[in-house]
């Protein structure tokens, strides 16, 4: 009888993790060409395609870049500032925080935003750290190297897998090396791509029972659960029309920048030089004084100048995409280098700034959900089970709005004169536009303050009983010699 001896799960991959493998690697190959040309508007780098009508073959070579993709994401990522996190009853946060200063959470949270608004989608992973004892590692991956299996009814995460180098695990492997991670509810296998197979280089056998990858989409909706980008077709084709236009102005200024001239009733010798040899026309058309001379009958040859071209009308043109494009991003028009003959007040660029505000509020709703399912992932990690879901977490962000910090100090004040906030609380201090390190700060320097006053009315208070003891010993001594007298 010939014994079947099973295959070592550490050195090899079973058929379904095959499987499963290969469906999200080709998910991943699929998404990546259109998150790549997102990438290419929002650095400049995308291909403007030519009409072949207006630009001459010599200068398809040339290319023009306007920026304003990169500006409409980035104006709407720089109000989304992650400050903190905290539980919601009031209780001490230093857990929140140790996670979070060990992970760089703030500063990695603003590229995680980027890339969201970029490509549509940001993915968050949470997992052991590589030291005992240390805090879980959380990071946020591009999803041009991630991607996920979706459970659209219980909208969880079923599977996820990532694609890197070598270089990023074992300096051992090269940086051709392919490194992939397949993770699921149970365990995060860490394989490497051996001659067209797979060698397990780990095992993490979480159990958690849950994905431990969140995906931080943008511009969701019921029916498309990925997400979507900021830089949209119309975006897209605005910034074509504007770079075809910039492109326009500036084959015409090398071939009209220059004012034609033309000269009537001149021989051919007002051409040649000297010795009679034919002047080039550049040197006919740059020579400041052209000495003519009379023809046979007496008569002055006529020279002239034809109207120089003037760019104001594509300029203008340049100026309607510019207000077109700032109705498609949601920002003001001054954002985009578009300006008036008047200029705006204060509040009418706050006006303006209306959409802006609250795409960034709506931005702040979803991506905070995100950052607290992933702050919980974190505690799952480190603790190895689920945390008590009556205990929330708040994620603390900046206002995204852009009010006078006298208004915020106003409003806050009213508030605590109206009884509706205590004057030492950290939501009026909040609301006043401190940061978080801030109130960190304000919250110290009131304990400091409480302990002096303590420290001081308990130095006073034993002064008082120091002097009245002191004031009571004579009158004491005297009631007793009295006694002792009368005796």
């Given at each position: ?9 550490l ?17 991943l ?6 998150l790549e ?27 023009t870049?306007i ?27 230093a ?5 979070a ?5 703030f ?10 608004l ?35 009814r219980?909208?969880v ?8 180098r070598?270089d990023?695990y ?10 992939i991670?397949?993770?699921?509810p149970?365990?995060?296998?860490t ?15 979480h ?34 029309a ?12 090398e ?6 001239r ?7 010798s ?5 010795e ?14 052209l000495?003519?001379?009379?023809d ?5 040859p006529?020279?002239?100048q ?19 494009m ?14 008036s ?12 700034e ?32 689920e945390?008590?879901?009556a ?40 609301m006043a536009?401190?940061t ?8 110290a320097?009131r ?20 002097g009245g ?11 007793a ?6 005796l």
């Amino acid at each position: 009888m010939t014994a079947v001896i099973p295959a070592l799960r550490l050195l090899g991959l079973s058929e379904d993790e095959q499987a499963l493998i290969a469906a999200l690697r080709s998910d991943l190959s699929g998404h990546r060409l259109g998150l790549e040309l997102l990438d290419a508007y929002f650095n400049g780098e995308q291909l403007v395609r030519d009409l072949g009508i207006s630009i001459p073959p010599q200068l398809k070579g040339l290319h023009t870049v306007i920026g304003w993709p990169r500006i409409g994401v980035e104006a709407l990522e720089q109000r989304l500032d992650l400050e903190a996190f905290r539980w919601s009853d009031g209780a001490g946060g230093a857990e929140l925080d140790e996670i979070a200063e060990a992970n760089n959470w703030f500063d990695e949270a603003s590229l995680a935003h980027l890339d969201a608004l970029t490509y549509g989608r940001e993915y968050v992973v949470a997992g052991s750290a590589d030291e005992e004892g240390a805090p879980p590692l959380v990071t946020f991956e591009s999803p041009l190297d991630m991607t996920m299996q979706w459970d659209a009814r219980g909208r969880v995460g079923l599977a996820a897998y990532r694609e890197s180098r070598g270089d990023r695990y074992d300096g051992s492997l090269t940086s051709k090396d392919r490194v992939i991670s397949l993770m699921t509810p149970l365990e995060t296998v860490t394989a490497l791509e051996v001659d067209g197979g797979w060698e397990v280089l780990s095992r993490d056998e979480h159990r958690l029972g849950v994905l431990p990858v969140l995906r931080m989409a943008n511009r969701q909706r019921t029916a498309d659960r990925v997400g979507k980008s900021e830089i949209t077709p119309e975006v897209r084709s605005i910034t074509d029309a504007a770079c075809r236009r910039l492109m326009g102005i500036e084959v015409q200024a090398e071939f009209f920048g220059a004012p034609g001239r033309y000269i009537l009733g001149a021989s051919e010798s007002a051409f040649q030089d000297a010795e009679g040899n034919a002047k080039s026309a550049w040197e006919t058309y740059i020579g400041r004084v052209l000495a003519l001379e009379r023809d046979e009958d007496g008569q002055v040859p006529t020279v002239g100048q034809f109207t120089a071209h003037d760019p104001s009308g594509q300029t203008k043109i340049i100026d309607l995409y510019a207000r077109i494009m700032a109705t498609q991003l949601g920002l003001p028009p001054h954002m985009l280098g578009y300006t008036s003959d008047n200029p705006a007040s204060a509040d009418a660029i706050r006006s303006s700034e209306g959409m802006l505000v609250k795409k960034s509020e709506r931005r702040i709703r979803r991506f905070g959900a995100t950052h607290r399912e992933a702050m919980r992932l974190a505690l799952w990690v480190r603790d190895g089970k689920e945390p008590d879901p009556a205990r929330r977490i708040d994620a603390v962000w900046r206002n995204p709005a852009t009010p006078t910090l006298a208004a915020q100090t106003d409003a806050a004040v009213k508030m605590v004169q109206a009884g509706l906030l205590p004057a030492d609380s950290d939501v009026a201090l909040e609301m006043a536009g401190l940061t978080e390190d801030q109130r960190q700060r304000v919250a110290a320097e009131r304990r400091r303050a409480a302990g002096r006053a303590a420290g001081g009315a308990l130095l006073d208070r034993l002064a008082q009983l120091d002097g009245g003891a002191a004031a009571a010993a004579p009158a004491g001594e005297a009631g007793a010699g009295d006694g002792v007298d009368g005796l």
